[in-house]
RNA sequence: GGUGGGGUAGCGAAGCGGUCAAACGCAGCAGACUGUAAAUCUGCCCUCUUAGAGUUCGAUGGUUCGAAUCCAUCCCCCACCA
């Protein structure tokens, strides 16, 4: 590849992107030296579960390391240990050293599924926080103004609704722009809402002497809801390392528009191939269902195996289609005595209380043995083998001990 | 330091002495319809038993036949002005 191809395959699918030319000096530059160019990539410590959001940067990252490029990924600990109380959408609580050290591990487990571990230099921002003295950070936060902060979309937006805004906040980007002096970093990559702090980084990296960073940001990817950003408080995530038939099932249950992004930035197919997919869609020659089961089962394949794609796949179409039953159903050990209806599910975890399974069974979704059962007080003997169904995700296989 | 506004079920938000387990919206769950998609419709959505009962409305104590609603004290949050 030369320079401009380069160029073009690094900056594929970027949002902001600043900016070309600066990335080709720092690309000729080190090309010179022989070395590869340091990109850097935040991660919040309190969320161990990397799902298919993550994965749309991860992606980049792995990009820039197939040409020789170096990740540095930045375990935020320092500022993880401290929290955030940036109340709007909620409080994340402070970590203890142990529970991000537990998190740090289960990270990197993850991160190599996509990231080459060869290339990439994973460093914990406590390293150097941790050691600054008070006096230093009221130096750095000299370099930034109150005018600059409230540039910050978010920030503007909850001062002028008289929403509060903590000097942790005003902190944080901070932060994350030392972070970048101190790793070197050559580029920055981050979601699209972190183009403020990226750009910080650059400011503050100028201040320092040193060359400012690019700074490149990709598209949040809305969530299962279609509407929402995937994240984890908000339930709607595919996480990388579920297994193979939530992961496919979870993908079938995405809003049909949505597809084409997962399958533009979380598979990275060319852009041309999507939509030449979603033409087909659209003019009815290929059914949408087939199209998601395409992704679904790319997915599971690229995370897990394909075996397990497919298996997951046809296992999806026996249970929901032909409400069939699945071939592994979990077992829960009973006494075989006699015991309400009511009881035994929430004893087999089918239901969290009584009432709900109430509702369930009212409102028919529950079944015996593939009968129907509608009546609440209904009494039960357990027997081996029995399999309770409740609603379309709920299987449970009695085992008599 | 001053002024004002708040704390209600997972979230948001009504209620402001009885008809309140508490409107409404969102989320969630189930059923119908489907492609377990979306949209739509229906029902459910604190806990426990059948109609019924028991715990809830920041905390504690009080006034009342009766309080989420009134009073007192306390705790917490927010904005504005200094």
């Not at 992107?17 to 590869?36: C, M, Q, S, V, Y």
């Not at 940067?57 to 820039?64: D, H, I, T």
Request: glycine residues 8%; contains cysteine.
């Amino acid at each position: 590849m030369n320079i401009e191809e380069q160029l073009d395959f690094l900056s594929a699918r970027a949002v902001d992107f600043i900016n070309r030319d600066d990335l080709k000096k720092k690309l000729e530059k080190a090309a010179a030296e022989g070395r590869g160019l340091r990109i850097k990539y935040g991660a919040d410590p309190s969320a161990p579960d990397i799902h298919l959001g993550h994965v749309v940067g991860l992606n980049k990252l792995r990009e820039f390391q197939e040409l020789g490029h170096t990740v540095v990924f930045i375990i935020g600990d320092f500022t993880g240990m401290i929290g955030d109380p940036s109340g709007r959408s909620q409080t994340r609580k402070p970590l203890t050293q142990e529970q991000v050290a537990i998190n740090a591990k289960s990270y990197q487990e993850q991160i190599f599924k996509i990231l080459d571990p060869e290339k990439t230099e994973i460093r914990f921002n406590s390293e150097w926080c941790g050691k600054m003295k008070f006096d230093d950070v009221i130096r750095l936060s000299a370099h930034v103004t109150v005018a600059q902060m409230l540039a910050r979309d978010d920030f503007s937006k909850r001062y002028a609704a008289n929403q509060p805004i903590s000097m942790v906040e005003f902190l944080y980007p901070l932060v994350q722009a030392y972070d970048s002096v101190m790793v070197k970093a050559d580029l920055e990559l981050g979601g699209t809402d972190q183009l403020f702090n990226l750009l910080l980084g650059r400011e503050l990296q100028k201040v320092m002497g040193q060359v400012p960073q690019c700074v490149m940001t990709l598209p949040l990817i809305e969530g299962l809801d279609g509407v929402k950003k995937m994240s984890k408080s908000l339930n709607n995530y595919v996480g990388i390392s579920e297994p193979a038939r939530e992961m496919y099932g979870k993908l079938m249950s995405v809003p049909d528009d949505l597809m084409w992004k997962y399958f533009e930035y979380i598979l990275c197919w060319p852009k041309d191939e999507v939509q030449a997919m979603h033409a087909k869609v659209v003019n009815g020659e290929l059914h949408p269902r087939a199209a998601k089961d395409r992704l679904g089962q790319a997915v599971v394949k690229r995370f897990i195996g394909e075996a397990e794609a497919l298996q997951a796949s046809e296992e999806f179409t026996r249970i929901f289609a032909q409400k069939e039953l699945p071939d592994e159903i979990p077992e829960v050990v009973l006494p075989a005595e006699e015991m309400g209806l009511l009881a035994l599910m929430v004893q087999a975890g089918l239901s969290k209380s009584n009432g709900e399974a109430r509702r369930l069974v009212v409102q028919g979704a529950v079944k015996i043995n593939d009968e129907k059962v509608s009546d609440p007080r209904m009494q039960i003997v357990p027997e081996e083998g029995m399999i309770i169904r409740s609603g379309k995700r709920g299987f449970v296989q009695i085992k008599i001990g």
